[in-house]
């Protein structure tokens, strides 16, 4: 499941995950000047404490808000996974005492995941010996999603997201 790594703009809007059995379509809407534009994906957010439970916290919320869209599965493993590492790595790396946000949005064809923190470090692809305690963690983001990516925002802090083609699943 890798792909070429893409950089996109967080819009702050956040995302509904969906499987591929449950994916909302997104309504065309039609712009002042007439073009048809495709509707922004249903969305939903969550804010955490930069603390060591809301990575679980936030695990949970995932996979429980995935398995009401019908994510059951392989795909609901992997998101699960994939989630934690960004939400681990946000509580890790993020600003001290900061707030992680956790975002879902699908659109018919992708399903992608969002965290953001105040940390003003970006995440490092490392490739580390099976026996190393630690650091693998966006290794398993790079090989298990079909693309991913970092935007910094202007005021400080970051957001990591992750995206899953439906239709490998």
Not at 129 to 142: D, F, K, Q, Y
Request: glycine share 12%; net charge negative; aromatic share 4%.
């Amino acid at each position: 499941m890798t792909g070429d790594r893409e950089r996109r703009t967080s819009t702050g809007a956040t995302l509904r995950l969906v499987g591929a059995d449950a994916v909302v379509p997104t309504p065309d809407v039609t712009g002042q000047d007439g073009a048809v534009e495709q509707a922004a994906a249903p969305s939903e957010s969550i804010v955490l404490p930069g603390q060591r439970q809301s990575v679980a916290v936030g695990r949970h919320w995932v996979v429980r808000t995935s398995a009401e869209y019908g994510v059951t599965g392989l795909a609901n493993q992997v998101v699960e996974l994939l989630s934690s590492e960004l939400l681990a790595n946000a509580v890790l790396h993020g600003a001290d005492g900061g707030a992680v946000g956790v975002q879902v949005r699908c659109t018919e064809e992708s399903l992608r995941i969002s965290v953001s923190d105040g940390g003003a470090s970006t995440p490092v692809v490392m490739h580390n010996e099976p026996s190393a305690p630690n650091g693998r963690g966006m290794a398993i983001v790079e090989a298990m999603s079909t693309r991913w990516g970092v935007d910094e925002h202007t005021d400080g802090g970051k957001t990591v997201w992750f995206e899953l083609d439906l239709a490998d699943f």
